[in-house]
């Protein structure tokens, strides 16, 4: 790990360095200035923000509505300006015939025009985008009281989350979560052990800006696991020039008595950026009408975030870190027969459990039996302009490292222990523009190593590699936009063989070299995924209000680790769950036809799908032959994992 965070670091120095060295071929640095007025009065409108998505760069116009952004290349870019209460402004702007351009913005009680970045070569609005999206922005954020950022969207059109805790949330796109909807941070595949359903998001939701959500297949642009959808987190863009600017924010919630505090600053020196975040938050067990307050569903969470950059006219170069430290109790819902209050446990045999107090229910302590995830994250993401081409890198790190105290008689001593480590990488290369056609091609993955540390083994050791080139191109013909792209992915599989035996100091479960006495718990396997995916589609524009859309998509996805190898019980969930080594990947065919209606004051969305999917794997009950509960551990239900072929369809209004 040290030597990828001095692989990062070099990166970003070598960046910092571009402006002098011969590497740098780019252009003139060029100045675009110009005037920013409302269309009916024709006066200046001071506060609004310029800015340039494929830059992460723009400015803010002052009191006379002027504004001027340095340091910008050659070539053609897409510009955004936006100002609360008027339709956001956005304009195709050759810099090498184009320095000044004014804008006039139109007042709107709706949103339109929205640029968007996710799922697509280049920034492009929302509304050429043929993939049905739909976006969040801050003031949404916040106005969506939540315990953690996947509750912001749940309400969304087509998105929905599992929740099994006030902090732990997984999206769901058109009825698919898991490993099929892949969450992002900043454009950086977001690696936690995904396949979990009591595994949060970890991310710091007041370190996000704004949220982007791909309802549909994005294999294309970020392989396997995007067979649902995308949910991208993006944090706020670097402050205009010369400025720094600092937020605090508070909240408290009287349910569970929720008290957060969080503090940002964030600078900008002639392009050198930098931006820092910490928060805090705390809870005491929630209350329902029902039972009172629920033991076992406190939580303690600690957030830091940082980034430097360069932004110049040769690109821009980021550095970014964060880390999540989150302590959440595990809630069993056992109860007194007799007063039906809570009872918890505090011996391994679990023969007594003596009933909750009323202090333990309201205090902010983390009780005994408890999950400790800690998530550390540092990646770099540069774009480098070369002539009339550009090159986009992303390289990260991270390590989620999850533990779960499940042994009342020994507190210290995690029962599921897994350490993750992930490597990711994102090349792409945007190809000058011909003819109006705009091509990006491209190659991503990761490289994965999990690492069982603990007494209690649910999926086994095993390092994981993904590799997926593609290329994607896009047009747009005055009433028209197409997009086509295709893909092809390929993930290897190698686990280690496992036996365990019993510890005699303390009687639970340790991993054993020799397989003489030990129980086999899991085996040696190497398997290769591999399959190909694509879209094509369009969007066409009927009138100044109406707007068609249509998509075709194949998806796909390779199995993760616990659909494949599983073999233990899951702290927490009371199930013994079972792998297939004979699965195949999944495919899925899903077309997408929308209409949208935007004016002034009022927009409109109306999209319907159909999704199939071939090899779908699901989460079945074992019976036994009296069509009992199979049960291999006591106390535990016994689930395996099993495919089928799977139909989806439906429609959503907005």
């Not at 290369?429 to 990006?440: A, D, G, K, M, V």
């Not at 109406?546 to 073999?567: C, D, T, V």
Request: include cysteine.
């Amino acid at each position: 790990m040290k030597t990828i965070y001095f692989l990062l670091l070099l990166l970003f120095l070598l960046s910092a360095t571009r402006e002098s060295s011969a590497f740098n071929i780019v252009s003139a640095k060029i100045v675009l200035t110009g005037k920013v007025t409302d269309q009916e009065t024709g006066e200046p409108i001071p506060g609004a923000t310029i800015y340039i998505p494929d830059l992460k760069t723009g400015a803010v116009s002052d009191g006379n509505g002027l504004y001027k952004i340095n340091n910008l290349p050659q070539g053609k870019l897409l510009i955004q300006v936006m100002f609360i209460g008027y339709k956001t402004a956005v304009e195709r702007v050759d810099l090498a015939t184009t320095q000044t351009m004014d804008f006039v913005l139109v007042q709107t009680a709706a949103e339109v025009n929205e640029v968007v970045v996710t799922g697509t070569s280049m920034a492009n609005e929302i509304k050429h985008n043929p993939v049905p999206m739909v976006t969040v922005d801050r003031i949404g954020i916040q106005q969506n009281l939540s315990t953690n950022v996947i509750d912001a969207i749940a309400k969304l059109p087509g998105i929905s989350a599992v929740t099994t805790g006030p902090n732990v949330s997984k999206p769901f796109i058109h009825g698919l979560g898991f490993n099929r909807v892949l969450t992002l941070y900043d454009g950086v595949r977001q690696e936690g052990q995904q396949w979990g359903d009591e595994h949060g998001i970890e991310v710091d939701e007041n370190s996000v800006d704004r949220i982007e959500v791909v309802k549909g297949p994005a294999s294309l642009t970020y392989g396997s696991d995007a067979l649902a959808g995308v949910v991208n987190l993006i944090p706020a863009p670097p402050v205009p020039n010369g400025t720094i600017k600092g937020r605090v924010l508070a909240d408290y919630q009287s349910n569970n008595g929720l008290s957060l505090g969080s503090v940002s600053l964030a600078g900008n020196d002639n392009g050198f950026v930098w931006s820092g975040t910490a928060s805090h938050k705390q809870t005491t067990n929630y209350q329902n009408k029902y039972d009172g307050r629920v033991y076992g569903t406190a939580f303690k969470e600690t957030d830091l975030n940082g980034n430097i950059g360069l932004t110049k006219h040769w690109g821009y170069a980021n550095l970014n870190f964060s880390l999540f430290d989150d302590l959440q109790e595990i809630p069993d819902g056992s109860r007194d027969s007799l007063t039906r209050k809570f009872t918890k446990q505090i011996t391994e045999a679990d023969t007594f459990r003596p009933i909750v107090t009323g202090s333990e229910l309201n205090s902010y302590k983390i009780a005994t039996l408890h999950q400790h995830v800690q998530h550390y994250k540092v990646y770099s993401s540069n774009s480098f302009i070369i002539g009339d081409s550009k090159i986009g890198l992303i390289l990260g790190d991270q390590q989620n490292v999850r533990r779960e105290f499940s042994h009342p008689e020994h507190p210290d001593l995690a029962g599921l222990y897994l350490v993750l480590n992930t490597f990711t990488y994102d090349l792409k290369y945007y190809l000058p523009e011909f003819n109006n056609w705009e091509t990006t091609i491209g190659i991503n993955g990761m490289a994965q190593n999990n690492t069982n540390k603990g007494t209690e083994f649910i999926i086994p050791d095993y390092r994981q590699f993904d590799i997926g080139p593609f290329a994607l191109v896009q047009r747009s013909l005055n009433k028209l936009a197409l997009s086509a792209g295709v893909r092809y992915d390929l993930r290897r599989f190698n686990n280690d063989a496992m036996f365990v035996l019993p510890d005699p100091q303390n009687g639970f479960d340790r991993q054993v070299s020799s397989p003489v006495g030990a129980d086999h718990r899991f085996f040696k396997f190497n398997h290769t995924f591999s399959g190909f995916s694509g879209s094509i589609g369009a969007t066409y524009k009927l009138s100044n209000c109406f707007l068609i859309k249509g998509n075709l998509a194949r998806g796909f996805r390779a199995p993760n680790i616990a659909e494949i190898s599983a073999n233990g019980v899951h702290p927490g969930t009371l199930i013994y769950q079972i792998g297939n080594t004979g699965f195949k990947p999944e495919f899925s065919l899903q077309g997408d036809l929308g209409v949208s209606y935007s004016s002034t004051h009022v927009t409109g969305n109306a999209e319907i799908f159909t999704n199939t999917i071939s090899n779908y794997i699901f989460n079945q009950k074992l019976l036994n032959d009296r069509g009992g509960d199979s049960i291999i551990v006591t106390g535990n239900q016994t689930f395996k994992y099993q495919q089928a072929k799977a139909q989806l369809y439906g429609g959503e209004v907005s």
